[in-house]
Every structure is written in C-alpha cells, then in structure tokens.
C-alpha cells in the first residue's frame, strides 16, 4: 500500500495478529488516499470481528472512515462481555473438543468435522449463530454476519476465552455433547435395553437425547466433566 503514511496505535489485546516485528504496536503505515480505515486494519492481520472502537483525535470512526495524512488512528478490542441476540455458536472442525465442552455447559453449538469454510459461514449467516475459529481468512470473508476469534492452545483455555468474551448463561447438563440435541429425564425401564449389565446393576437416573437417542447418566467418568462445570460456573460469577 503506496502513499503517504498514517500512524496506527494498536491496543495490547490485538498485537497477536501482528507480525513478530510490529508488535510493539505502533506503526507507521503507508496510506494509498483512498482504502477505508478497516481495510487498513485488515491488512496489518487483524480482523474486524476481533475489533471494537477505532479512535482518530478522540473521536470514534467507523471502518469505513478514509484517515488523512498524518493522523493517528487507535485500534481497541471488541468489549467483553460482547453481547449478543443470543448465545448460539457454530465452530469450525479444528475445534471439536470446544464444541463437546460449550454442549456440556447447556450452550447451543454446532459442530461437524467435515464442514467447509463456505457452509460453516451459510449456517452462521441463516441461524444467527457466531463463527468461532482460529482462521483468521475466514474472519475477514466479507459476507459473514459474526464470528470470533478463539484463544488459547488448549481446550481449556479456549473455554475460558469464549466464556469471557461472551458472558452466556449456562445450563450444564442439558444438551447431547455428541448431537447438540437437548436431553429429557428417561426412565430406566425405557433405556434398560441399551445398558450394558454394569451399569443397569449400578445406576438409576438417565436422560436420553432427544435428537440422537444417546443415553446419559453419571458415570465415573462424571468427576472431570464436573470440574469443567464447576470452573465455567465459577468464571461467570
């Protein structure tokens, strides 16, 4: 981008999108008279969902704004929590792990391993539902109503960002971690064919999804899932 330069601040939550060596976050960038400001932001590697206020002498401009010479435009990230119409999300396939977690927490996520960039962005655009992922292209696709960008390596921490950021109301227990379908109360005598003798001995309290059949009880394996319940509890008081 040739001509003449206007100088971008950009806030510390942002700086991971920049190059290793612009990190410091102040930067002089040359500027063509003629790209709108988010474009300008765009090209730094820092995607407009990720964005909230942008500030030229005090002042707030949209993306849209076209800077002049010598201004300095700050970049902020978007509020947390950022709210939303509701809490409806669909994830791309390298985050299966986070869509079992956002499930077990009660929170309405689709999730399938083989979908592509074009018809996770139909589904978040005709169900209202925010775009999480780490691919940052698919951002920045013009036509994609919401989406964010998750943090974090780990599961856990890409929990813990989500739930930070948007602030949902929780209802653990109360959806198909396989199908995001919701679970009903069953009773054992309904799903007594499909347990395995151990578990007809040991338990008597079930719930059934009502999209995919799966049944549910707690189990051994109930402890860690537990936890994960009670960290998400405890990080939304």
Not at 70 to 85: A, F, K, T
Not at 89 to 96: C, K, M, N
Not at 126 to 134: D, G, K, M, Y
Request: proline share 6%.
């Amino acid at each position: 981008m040739d001509g003449t330069p206007v100088r971008v601040e950009i806030a510390p939550e942002l700086r991971l999108f920049l190059r290793p060596a612009e990190r410091s976050g102040s930067l002089t960038v040359p500027y063509d008279n003629v790209s709108a400001l988010g474009h300008v932001v765009e090209s730094l590697g820092v995607p407009l969902t990720e964005v909230g206020r942008l500030v030229t002498a005090g002042r707030m401009v949209g993306s849209a704004y076209r800077p002049h010479a010598g201004e300095v435009l700050e970049v902020y990230p978007v509020d947390r929590p950022q709210l939303l119409p509701a809490a409806r999300f669909v994830l791309d396939v390298h985050l299966g792990t986070l869509a079992r977690r956002l499930r077990l927490l009660g929170l309405d996520t689709s999730y399938a391993n083989d979908s592509d960039d074009d018809a996770l962005i139909d589904q978040a655009n005709a169900e209202q539902r925010v775009l999480l992922t780490q691919d940052r292209g698919l951002l920045r696709r013009r036509r994609l109503w919401l989406g964010a960008y998750v943090r974090g390596a780990m599961p856990e921490d890409q929990l813990a960002d989500v739930l930070d950021r948007f602030r949902p109301a929780l209802a653990p227990w109360t959806r198909c971690t396989a199908c995001n379908g919701l679970l009903a109360r069953a009773s054992k005598s309904d799903v007594e064919p499909l347990l395995l003798p151990g578990t007809r001995r040991t338990y008597q309290d079930f719930s059934r999804c009502t999209g995919c059949g799966r049944v549910y009880w707690r189990g051994a394996h109930c402890r860690r899932l537990q936890l994960i319940v009670e960290s998400a509890a405890r990080s939304q008081d």
